[in-house]
């Protein structure tokens, strides 16, 4: 019963949040989160075709069944075969190029961190940690893009730069608890003339409406076109005649 119960917190952590959170981010390639809300269509193939399991879906709320990557459970390690096998473009399947991913951005807390205590006299550590004499320096040895993401300072300790994608294995292989002392911020990654998956199927179809408004006489006339000829219409001081093609009956035989 105990082991259920920490399955369902463990289950309701991983997937419930409705809005993006420190370590919570979309995969790779998502455009912006209004354009991937309305594009996202829950078929769950990315979570399918990641060789990591790194993706997993939302839970209970209004963003339910879509996919996220909770870092501090499994960082993405930018393989990109999420982007390919997306289906409406809620990820952008033009995306192969790992250092062009803009998941997010990764920030150290110098007040946890292990080597930013050892090497920092002027760093107060958190009241929950002790400070202990020894470098660690996970984060740089695991990142994907290294020596470009995480570089050392010094060569001692490790600081993020702006190369910085958000895969979040630094998230992941941090030593440190109960607080991780690496975060990544997420952020979304759209393209402007994206819009939502109906939208542009309606967008299209009135384009193609507009492209025809020139047909040939004889033809059937569509979209702008057929308005703009029922708007020429003139039926003022006219009286409509209705023709009734049927014989009035004289008499209701057989009502009773």
Not at 114 to 123: A, G, M, R
Not at 170 to 176: A, I, N
């Amino acid at each position: 019963m105990i082991k259920l119960l920490k399955d369902v917190i463990e289950y309701l952590r991983l997937g419930t949040s409705d809005d993006y959170k420190v370590n919570r981010t979309r995969p790779p390639g998502a455009v912006d989160e209004k354009r991937f809300m309305a594009l996202c269509i829950r078929c769950n193939r990315c979570l399918e075709v990641c060789p990591y399991h790194s993706i997993v879906r939302a839970g209970f709320g209004g963003k339910i069944g879509t996919p996220y990557i909770f870092s501090e459970s499994k960082g993405c390690y930018l393989c990109m075969a999420c982007c390919q096998l997306c289906p409406t473009g809620a990820l952008d399947r033009t995306l192969n190029n790992p250092e062009q991913v803009k998941m997010g951005k990764a920030k150290i807390d110098p007040k946890i961190c292990y080597s930013h205590l050892f090497l920092e006299h002027d760093v107060v550590p958190d009241e929950s940690l002790t400070k202990i004499g020894a470098l660690c320096n996970t984060c740089y040895n695991v990142c994907p893009l290294k020596d470009a993401a995480i570089v050392l300072k010094d060569n001692l300790y490790p600081v993020v730069t702006d190369a910085c994608v958000g895969c979040g294995v630094c998230v992941e292989r941090c030593p440190t608890s109960p607080i991780r002392a690496i975060h990544v911020i997420p952020t979304g990654m759209g393209r402007i003339d994206e819009a939502g998956f109906y939208f542009r199927k309606a967008k299209s179809h009135f384009e193609k409406s507009r492209s025809s408004a020139s047909q040939q006489p004889g033809q059937p006339l569509s979209g702008e076109r057929l308005l703009d000829e029922k708007f020429k219409i003139d039926s003022s001081g006219k009286q409509p005649t209705f023709e009734f093609p049927y014989e009035k009956p004289s008499s209701l035989e057989g009502w009773e």
